[in-house]
């Protein structure tokens, strides 16, 4: 158990529809990182809070948005879903603002049908 | 930006063998460097890292790395390989300043005979 805790483990949806992923940091971390990954992009880095603010974006799409509330949990919203953002959706957490290594949790594999 | 590349796909060795995973970057400075390991259904695990100072990082399960600034290599190493090692394995190497965030390879399958 690396104390990172992401929910659920496994979701099944439709094209269409909208999820919400979410992600327990490690007691003590106040950075979330969210990461998409697939068999043909990779690992992709898609948004970093810190303490409840948004530091920095990466490839993340428009119908997806996230949030870190004030007990420092994370969600991720994935809206209007297709068949392509199936994928495997982790979440890492780490003390600092900026990344001194990653400490991830075992990720959620979303499947849209 | 910087980016980083693994040479090799799939990597099989046999149990007790020595293994080293290729690693290659490309950036303007000394990055920072990580490896991860991803065992099957499960997250990344941080294996080892380098900032500063001594080239050659310990890590944990027995892993070693080496920085070879004339190369832009960052070299995963470890002498005798054991059957739990078959996972998944990435290179990820970060920026000083700047835009922060890691950019990861896109792995290495180790797989080990017995």
């Known amino acids: 158990d690396s104390g990172v805790t992401q929910t659920p483990k496994h979701l099944i949806t439709a094209t269409g529809q909208r999820v919400t992923l979410r992600c327990s940091p490690r007691?003590?971390?106040?950075?979330v990182y969210w990461y998409q990954q697939s068999l043909d992009q990779g690992l992709q880095f898609l948004i970093h809070?810190?303490?409840?603010?948004?530091?920095a974006k990466g490839n993340i799409l428009e119908r997806f948005s996230a949030q870190q509330f004030p007990d420092l949990h994370s969600e991720l919203n994935l809206s209007s879903l297709e068949l392509g953002d199936s994928a495997l959706y982790f979440c890492?957490?780490?003390?600092?603002?900026?990344?001194?290594?990653?400490?991830f949790g075992s990720g959620t594999r979303l499947t849209v049908v | 930006a910087q980016s980083v590349t693994q040479p090799d796909i799939h990597i099989t060795v046999s149990e007790g063998a020595s293994l080293e995973l290729r690693c290659n970057y490309s950036?303007?400075?000394?990055?920072?460097l990580f490896w991860y390991v991803q065992s099957p259904g499960q997250g990344l695990q941080l294996l080892l890292k380098?900032?500063?100072?001594?080239?050659l990082v310990q890590g944990i399960k027995g892993f070693e790395a080496e920085f070879k600034r004339s190369q832009s290599s960052f070299n995963l190493r470890k002498p005798s390989v054991h059957w739990s090692d078959a996972a998944e394995y990435f290179c990820?190497?970060?920026?000083?300043?700047?835009?922060?965030?890691?950019?990861f390879g896109r792995g290495t399958s180790l797989i080990v005979h017995p």
């Open positions: 890492a957490s780490s003390v600092a603002e900026t990344n001194y290594g990653y400490t």
């Open positions: 007691s003590g971390d106040l950075s």
């Open positions: 809070y810190y303490n409840g603010e948004e530091r």
């Open positions: 950036y303007g400075a000394t990055p920072y």
């Open positions: 380098y900032f500063s100072g001594d080239t």
């Open positions: 990820a190497v970060g920026a000083r300043g700047g835009s922060y965030i890691p950019t």
